[in-house]
């Protein structure tokens, strides 16, 4: 039987999904994208899930589309793959969406459309050893997967062009100085730091982050009137949270609070 593309471990309160075709450094093909999807569902439908880590298998994170599937032969024509309609515009929109923190271990290369997967991650935390590159312009492509509008807010318009025009490779304790990613750690302390983000976010207020999540997602397009009104309103839905009224009343009696998540 061949290796699953897509590995899960369900621990308390979180899943890890780990890319797993490490002869194509976990590169992406139609099927996996299937497989991931479903993975995500399953996720997102069980309550109990309150955070996921994504990693890759091997000595990468992501290479991106497999281009083994891209090879057009001698007099081949190329068709619309639809790609980015199908299956990583999803994959974004969703990971972005999802109502719980999802956090990206990055433990080697992520280039292509898996650099931009794990930026659309809510917090990127890489391996000493791994490297972030646009590798698009190398072979006639754009920067996709929302790496466009991503990239640049992140780090600003003059190196996300530089970085998007030359495909030139950032490493990772680079990536973090620029304020591409939250975190670069030695390789030995990738996954228990990684993981004990995941553990923190198992026992938080899960509808609260979810909340925190929408308010910095719109501020990238909202006027700051807009963003206060949005502050204003979701600030509401959280004030009437059990959660916030639990997380005082832990915080007057000095005990930790018991969370409720996303039920
Ligand atoms: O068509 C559409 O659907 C449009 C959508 C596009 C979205 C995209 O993601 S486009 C960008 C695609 N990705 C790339 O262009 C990156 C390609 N890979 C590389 O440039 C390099 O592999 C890396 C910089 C990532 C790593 O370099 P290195 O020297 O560490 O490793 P390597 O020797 O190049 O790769 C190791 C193996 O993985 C090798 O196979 P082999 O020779 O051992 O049999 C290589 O062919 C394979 N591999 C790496 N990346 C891909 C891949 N095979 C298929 N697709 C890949 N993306």
Redesign the pocket.
């Known amino acids: 039987m061949s290796e699953p593309s897509i590995i899960v471990q369900r621990q308390t309160g979180y899943r890890v999904i780990t890319l797993n075709r490490p002869?194509?450094?976990n590169?992406?093909d139609d099927a996996m994208h299937e497989v991931l999807r479903g993975t995500i569902d399953e996720a997102e439908a069980d309550e109990e899930c309150r955070a996921l880590l994504l990693t890759g298998a091997g000595?990468?994170f992501c290479?991106?589309?497999?281009?083994?599937?891209?090879l057009l032969k001698p007099g081949e024509k190329p068709v619309p793959?639809e790609?980015?309609e199908k299956y990583?515009n999803p994959l974004v929109r969703r990971l972005r969406a999802l109502p719980f923190p999802v956090v990206c271990a990055v433990n080697g290369?992520a280039?292509?459309?898996?650099a931009n997967v794990a930026l659309a991650c809510d917090i990127v935390i890489a391996a000493r050893s791994a490297?972030f590159?646009q590798?698009?312009a190398?072979?006639g492509?754009i920067p996709?997967?929302g790496g466009t509008y991503i990239l640049p807010r992140l780090i600003g318009e003059a190196r996300a062009r530089a970085l998007m025009l030359t495909a030139q490779?950032v490493p990772a304790e680079r990536a973090a100085e620029m304020g591409m990613i939250w975190a670069c750690v030695d390789d030995a302390q990738l996954m228990p730091e990684a993981t004990a983000l995941c553990e923190q976010f198992a026992t938080a207020p899960t509808r609260g982050l979810a909340l925190i999540k929408r308010a910095i997602d719109a501020s990238a397009t909202n006027s700051f009137d807009e963003q206060l009104d949005l502050e204003r309103d979701l600030q509401r839905e959280a004030v009437m949270s059990a959660d916030y009224a639990e997380g005082v009343r832990a915080f007057m009696e000095k005990r930790k609070p018991n969370f409720r998540g996303r039920k």
């Open positions: 002869d194509r450094l590169a992406f000595r990468a290479s991106g589309q497999d281009l083994a599937d891209r793959r790609s980015l990583y290369v280039a292509g459309a898996g490297t590159t590798s698009f190398r072979i492509l996709d997967s490779p």
